[in-house]
């Protein structure tokens, strides 16, 4: 069962949280399938001290498959998704390359 909204204008801008009440940032774009009219993803800007922020290091936003999407109202609910811890020596390694 899909998510269904009436105004894909109205998602610009609304915050996002996860199913567990942690806080990602603001929806800044939609990406859409015009061949079957539905929304493919949503592209979130994160803020610095959110869990997206913390996330991905200083990058602008994410792209979030719209299938991770639970409920859209006042605030867009997504599906919380732990990642694994990366231990920094693998992390410092990556980045001397």
Do not use: W
């Amino acid at each position: 069962m899909g998510v269904t909204i009436k105004d894909v204008a109205d998602l610009f801008g609304k915050d996002v949280f996860t199913s567990k009440g942690v806080y990602c940032g603001k929806v800044a774009d939609v990406e859409v399938d015009l061949t079957k009219f539905k929304l493919k993803s949503l592209v979130i800007e994160a803020t610095r001290n959110s869990f997206l922020g913390q996330l991905i290091k200083g990058k602008k936003g994410v792209i979030v498959p719209y299938s991770l999407v639970q409920a859209v109202g006042d605030i867009v609910i997504i599906k919380h998704v732990n990642i694994p811890e990366v231990p920094e020596e693998v992390e410092e390694a990556a980045e001397s390359v």
